[in-house]
């Protein structure tokens, strides 16, 4: 005996889809034009989507979230699975129709996996109503799965743990740094490094930023960058530069900036801080080590205070490396 759902009133509808699980959401929705829409008009307890790219050409991921707790996964394998002896459902998918075999976790499928992410990732998030939380790409030679080709434009964190050295990545790692929005964390592990390539004019306001190689970072960019968290490795940056970005904190009323971690072969010269009024370090004043973890020793950092009353260290190492901290909480509480 079939269950007449669509004949029933649209409140009594809502309800029964509230109670259905998430893979049976999903299904529903791709039954016809209308089922997807009142899927999408229905209130759902998710926060969004995290994209997941895995090492290799092994997998792509699109995981739909309810704060830290996963829902449900949709997997796309490198291979397709034609010989699979299994149950195969296919589901039409926007514009595409895709084979999944279905398991209580997640969907899986195969082969086309820059498409069916695409297809996936944008179908999911509208239905749902959900941003994208995080998108994370691995060591993959696969052009086809970065931010640009998906058409992201907007996201919470996006880690770029790794990417091949090839000439076709400099419009990529354009694209990720001028046109996507990253509010939270934005992490570049290696990029290839490119003489010719350079950032002119881009603003970065994420909470932390980390670039592992930097080379293509600019004063002009550095100096505006408005983050709590700045670490930059392989940069070009010279110590004049990191000097006039203490001096800009220093003369204004920025509380929101916590943390810089510069390396670069142009910090040849030591940093002039004397216009700061710069003080040894004082246990009686502030903790020795600036992390929780004690991983941060900061015993043989200079302390400059701004007329606020915030307390700030600099320390300069002899591997090219400044660190600049803001004291947030002089004494941290530490673990062990």
């Given amino acids: 005996m079939t269950f007449p ?46 994209i997941i790219v895995g090492s290799g050409r092994s997998y792509s991921s699109v995981i739909l979230r309810a704060g830290d707790r996963t829902c449900y996964d ?37 082969g086309l996996m ?32 970065l931010p640009m080709a998906l058409g992201i434009k907007k996201c919470e964190q996006m880690i770029i743990t790794a990417v091949d050295d090839y000439t076709p ?9 001028e046109n996507v929005e990253v509010s939270k964390k934005l992490y570049i592990g290696y990029y290839p490094i490119y003489s010719n390539f350079q950032m002119e004019s881009t603003r970065f306001s994420m909470d932390i930023l980390h670039l592992n190689t930097a080379a293509y970072i600019t004063r002009n960019v550095f100096l505006n960058m408005d983050c709590s968290v700045i670490e ?8 004049e530069d990191i000097l006039d970005f203490i001096n800009r904190w220093y003369n204004s009323k920025n509380t929101r900036f916590e943390r810089l971690l ?39 950092g200079l302390d400059i205070i701004r007329s606020d009353g915030l307390l700030a260290t600099v320390k300069q ?20």
């Avoid at 930059?232 to 110590?239: C, I, Q």
């Avoid at 940093?271 to 900061?298: A, C, I, T």
């Avoid at 190492?317 to 004494?331: L, Q, T």
């Fill in 114 to 145: 820059a498409e069916k992410l695409k297809v996936l990732n944008k179908y999911i998030s509208d239905l749902f109503n959900v941003p994208i939380l995080k998108y994370q790409y691995g060591n993959t030679p696969n052009v086809k799965l």
């Fill in 74 to 110: 949709w997997y796309c394998r490198g291979q397709e699975y034609s010989r699979m002896r299994v149950r195969k459902d296919r589901r039409t998918v926007g514009d595409m129709t895709i084979v999944f075999r279905k398991k209580p976790d997640k969907m899986e499928t195969g």
């Fill in 169 to 177: 990545g400099i419009p990529h790692l354009r694209y990720i740094i």
């Fill in 262 to 300: 510069v390396e670069s072969d142009n910090l040849k010269t030591q940093l002039d801080l004397n216009g700061f009024n710069p003080k040894p370090w004082n246990s009686s004043v502030r903790g020795q080590y600036y992390d929780e973890k004690k991983h941060m020793n900061f015993s043989s």
């Fill in 5 to 50: 759902l669509l004949k029933l009133p649209f409140l009594a509808i809502q309800n029964v889809i509230q109670s259905l699980e998430t893979p049976d959401k999903f299904d529903f929705s791709t039954c016809s034009q209308k089922c997807r829409r009142l899927v999408k008009c229905t209130r759902h307890p998710y926060t969004g989507i995290d």
């Fill in 232 to 239: 930059m490795r392989r940069s070009s940056l010279s110590s």
């Fill in 317 to 336: 190492s002899e591997a090219e490396a400044i660190e600049f901290v803001v004291w947030k909480n002089r004494f941290p509480v530490y673990l062990y």
